[in-house]
């Protein structure tokens, strides 16, 4: 019982701890905020220098990245690639702040969707929307799509909540104050159940470029020069409710200013192959970074999960991923 005072103790002092950080959060950016743009963009410039020139930010991982993605290229050309990352990077980062106090107006004009009434078109037929995208360009400013569908489409996006409470609870009110709403990647699956059951088609957004962990490793794909393990769950889902899928390519017209094209895949995901849908998705990302390499997450350790640790370590049976008892010994 004094254990178990404690730990309920424990957790009622970390929330509130992590209340009063997000308070302390909430004070400091949204002041910030308020800011014009060419205030922020002088900040991104001295975070440019403070990240690349002087703490040197995931430069190790950056460079390795880009001279494995890009083999082809000259030693100037990837220091260019990668000066113009970290400078993107710290706009990204300007931007996301920004976007706690921008007005639905300025957004419209500043991240223009092209081609929405092709998703209006299918939410009307009665059938729901998938969009891949990348984390690519500003990928958070995306939470503006119902800005630029039929008023009252239930649009949500997928994401990871962080560890950090007090940030996850910003970043919430950040991602949600264009009417999109964020689905905790653990309650996809009821969330979609849930608007199906109902009948309401929605748009939902899948960011699926991320690393998968070992045991959802399914599926691998030929991307940017590298054996890729990918995620995919978004395919699963897509087929399994047979929503219409779309891929958004984003373009920077220049700083903060983007275009978002929505480019049709399928209406009928169930008539492909398994996984098609995943590997059409990784060659139209592919496409992309490769028009515009500058704007993809560069310091992100994408390609730290080889094809031989995994088949040295794991099996798969019964379509399930268990790890393998010899491995379990040696590891």
């Known amino acids: ?191 979609i159940v849930k608007h199906h059951r109902e009948k309401e088609p929605v748009i939902i957004g899948y960011i699926s470029d991320q690393k998968p962990n070992w045991f959802n490793i399914h599926h691998w794909v030929d991307f940017l020069h590298h054996d890729t393990p990918v995620l995919t769950g978004a395919e699963r889902i897509l087929r399994k409710f047979n929503h219409a899928v779309f891929y958004l390519e984003i373009h920077r017209v220049r700083r903060g200013y983007y275009e978002a094209e929505i480019k049709f895949i399928t209406r009928e995901p169930q008539q492909l192959e398994e996984y098609a849908l995943t590997t059409i998705y990784y060659q139209m990302l592919e496409e992309s970074i490769r028009k515009a390499p500058a704007y993809w997450l560069w310091s992100h350790d994408r390609w730290s999960r080889t094809r031989e640790e995994f088949v040295r370590r794991f099996e798969v049976v019964d379509g399930k991923v268990i790890k393998k008892q010899e491995a379990t010994k040696k590891d």
């Open 1 to 191: 019982m004094l254990i178990l005072h404690e730990l309920t103790t424990f957790a009622a002092l970390n929330l509130l701890l992590m209340k009063i950080l997000y308070y302390l959060l909430l004070a400091v950016c949204y002041p910030i905020s308020l800011l014009p743009f060419w205030v922020h963009y002088l900040f991104a410039d001295v975070l440019y220098l403070l990240i690349y020139h002087v703490g040197r930010y995931r430069l190790k991982v950056v460079r390795k990245n880009l001279k494995s993605a890009f083999p082809e290229k000259s030693a100037e050309e990837l220091r260019r690639i990668e000066k113009d990352f970290y400078q993107w990077f710290c706009d990204y980062l300007a931007e996301t702040v920004k976007l706690m106090t921008m007005s639905r107006k300025e957004m419209k004009r500043r991240m223009v969707f092209k081609n929405p009434e092709a998703l209006d078109e299918v939410v009307a037929s009665g059938q729901s929307v998938g969009l891949y995208l990348g984390h690519f360009c500003n990928w958070e400013w995306v939470s503006s799509i119902p800005l630029w569908v039929k008023p009252d489409t239930w649009c949500g996006q997928i994401y990871h909540p962080l560890e950090n409470k007090a940030f996850d609870k910003l970043f919430l009110l950040i991602r949600e104050r264009m009417d999109a709403h964020c689905i905790a990647m653990q309650d996809t699956l009821r969330e």
